[in-house]
């Protein structure tokens, strides 16, 4: 079964590259400089970010639906990122180079199944999550620091 990963929208989180450190920390947000690379994924771009550039570090509800599922956690966001579209069936490198949890959820936003793996075997997890029709989409997860990756969906035809 293919899969299409998909980066977030840059559009919702433009505004907080204007704030001041004040109005970023009432979204529960900081303004960073990254130091180190890698270490610091941004989530609309799918690449880490470089050393020198401006992040914002943000909380994200990555699974707002009503579900006992639903969670938010922080997410790195590069100044004036370009959105991913990964080709279907590819895992950029910001995902296969982590330790990665992948969680397949149903259309009622339950978790059926999950799995820990080498970022290298995501793919192969996906095709298999995907393949059960009761499986609507996927989360990815960077396993050790726990941050929303991205998520997953069958390719549209």
């Known amino acids: 079964m293919a899969f299409q990963i998909h980066a977030l929208s840059f559009a919702p989180f433009a505004h907080l590259f204007t704030l001041s450190e004040q109005a970023l920390a009432e979204h529960r947000a900081i303004r960073l400089t990254v130091d180190e690379s890698p270490g610091t994924p941004c989530r609309v771009s799918l690449q880490d970010a470089n050393v020198g550039d401006t992040v914002v570090l943000v909380n994200y509800r990555h699974l707002p639906e009503h579900s006992p599922y639903q969670s938010s956690h922080a997410i790195f966001v590069r100044e004036s990122a370009t959105q991913a579209i990964p080709a279907p069936n590819t895992v ?20 059926v199944d999950a799995d820990v793996t080498e970022g290298t075997e995501v793919g ?5 999550f995907l393949s059960d029709s009761n499986v609507a989409y996927c989360h990815l997860h960077n396993a050790k620091q726990g941050c929303f990756a991205a998520s997953v969906t069958r390719p549209a035809l």
Do not use: D, K
């Open 92 to 111: 950029p490198p910001v995902i296969s180079h982590r330790l990665i949890s992948v969680r397949a959820f149903n259309e009622h936003h339950l978790m």
């Open 124 to 128: 192969g997890i996906l095709t298999t």
